[in-house]
């Protein structure tokens, strides 16, 4: 690898399957992304520093301490460093809150950002907190309810820019689970889902959700006695899981309006449950939404490190 | 293999995992018991035969057909030869249901017993259906709820020695797919599980099923800043998780007075969760129950097949 342009600092997401970076440059613009597969998972303690060098050496200038802010799982007891968490209720993170790394290479500099813990409910987020830092340096101040939908998917009450309360669901693990691991596998489509199916499981199981677990079994059976399609199969455990993750927030977060970071299926599918329980939601584009988290913390390097 | 005795008839439970066979003498006693792990998952139609004949041959008398009473698995659509359902309500399939295979050994001649279904809501069984018949053999005319607990537990409405519904819940399935496969596995023990943090759980979660979406990464967020420890970790999934299967199955089944068939560890755990709750259960010994119900269905053979 090499490059003409060097960067100015390195912003970098790094969660427990992948590692992202941006490279910006002195007014903020991206001049590389690049992304690998080493993870926080897969990495034992000294090797987070070769990890990032694979992926940004030929970005950084020969005697010069290139800044590197870094949010996600590296952060983690069993990362690179650990940065303890922030306690809700709370503003996100910033560089101040930052755990610095004595990195080997002196051409880094390298800064975590911690997450954010809750005491009770117990809960807890890594990477996320940027993610709200982002979407707050869009929405200043923002009051009302924030749902970051993935594998683990966040709910945030937030009040103007402070972060209330939070929970964490593990309805997309769940989902991936079931759905390729347990006997309802054998009556599922691969990827298409009736959205009518979707929409039905999700009020059924909103309106009673003690339900659910005689209803997952009922998919395969459904299947097998009553004809029910592997895409409309599909839909119903996909509404059952979402509907009863509603179910469980309702009491904590207003759904009455949801901002949903996010724009992938995953943020589709909450957002047609919200729709059909008579809440709204808003989709967001969540891409960069992480960078601007990183770039707001950036933007006190200056200080900070003075 | 050889053996001095030879079989009058043969009982066989095949299910998905594993083949087991009773060969039973004139009188009804058993002369061998063996099993394989051959199930019906690891077979293609023709391959059937031969896995019977592999675990039975020296038990079999040279020219003289062996009746051989199947029940489980085998009979389904991807099995050994269909053995179409019976519809619940219903009593337990005797040999008058069960469907003719025509084996290729002269010296075999096999009947497989139907599982049972349910059309709304949309059910099945195969293989317990043949338990409840052994059940109800010891206990004829029973009224009340029946738990076959298991990775896919059965609750069965008994009337009057009838099956009048029923219902699966996937919970043994989901704690397997959790417990080792999700994010929760890191604050999760091995097998030694705290029965108070379990009976909290089953409470908890039977009093608000509709917290349980939020509940579960609360396990692991527990063990990171609240110390939870890895044995009551695995109690709160497992409480969770049956808790929420009671309140799923209570509107439709009477559990004041509840017959687990089972004695092994997860019949204890819905003996304890069912216990917690103010309810009452009664554990037992199932080992020998699905060969109670072969032998009643074996009992009116000369009267079929006469």
Redesign the interface.
């Known amino acids: 690898m090499s490059s003409r342009e060097k960067a100015t600092w390195i912003a970098a997401d790094w969660g427990t399957t992948n590692l992202r970076i941006w490279a910006l440059d002195s007014i903020g613009q991206t001049i590389a992304h690049r992304s690998s597969d080493k993870g926080m998972g897969a990495l034992a303690k000294q090797e987070f520093e070769p990890a990032l060098i694979d992926l940004t050496d030929d970005l950084l200038t020969p005697e010069v301490k290139t800044p590197v802010i870094v949010c996600g799982m590296a952060g983690s007891r069993q990362g690179w460093a650990e940065a303890p968490?922030k306690t809700a209720p709370c503003t996100p993170p910033t560089l101040t809150d930052a755990t610095q790394v004595a990195a080997q290479d002196p051409r880094l500099t390298v800064s975590i950002l911690p997450g954010i813990?809750?005491?009770?409910?117990?809960?807890?987020m890594r990477g996320e907190e940027t993610q709200i830092a982002g979407f707050l340096s869009e929405n200043p101040g923002y009051s009302g309810t924030l749902c970051l939908p993935g594998t683990?998917t966040k709910w945030v009450a937030l009040e103007s820019g402070r972060i209330e309360r939070f929970?964490?669901?593990?309805?997309g693990?769940?989902f991936a689970?079931?759905s390729k691991?347990?006997?309802?596998r054998h009556g599922l489509s691969a990827g298409d889902l009736d959205a009518i199916a979707f929409r039905e499981a999700v009020t059924t199981i909103f309106g009673s959700?003690?339900?659910?677990?005689?209803?997952?079994?009922?998919i395969?059976?459904?299947g097998?006695?009553?004809g029910?399609s592997p895409e409309a199969a599909r839909g119903r455990l996909s509404g059952l899981?979402i509907g009863?993750?509603l179910?469980?927030?309702?009491d904590?977060f207003d759904l009455s309006h949801v901002a949903l970071l996010g724009s992938d299926a995953i943020a589709k599918a909450y957002q047609s449950a919200l729709d059909c329980l008579g809440y709204s939601a808003t989709l967001l584009n969540a891409e960069t939404i992480t960078l601007c988290g990183l770039k707001l913390a950036y933007s006190s390097y200056s200080k900070v490190h003075s």
């Open positions: 968490y813990k809750q005491i009770d409910p117990a809960d807890v683990h929970r964490t669901c593990m309805t693990e769940t689970l079931l691991q347990s006997v309802l959700p003690q339900r659910l677990s005689a209803d997952l079994f009922g395969r059976a459904a097998l006695v009553a029910l899981l009863s993750e179910a469980a927030v309702k904590e």
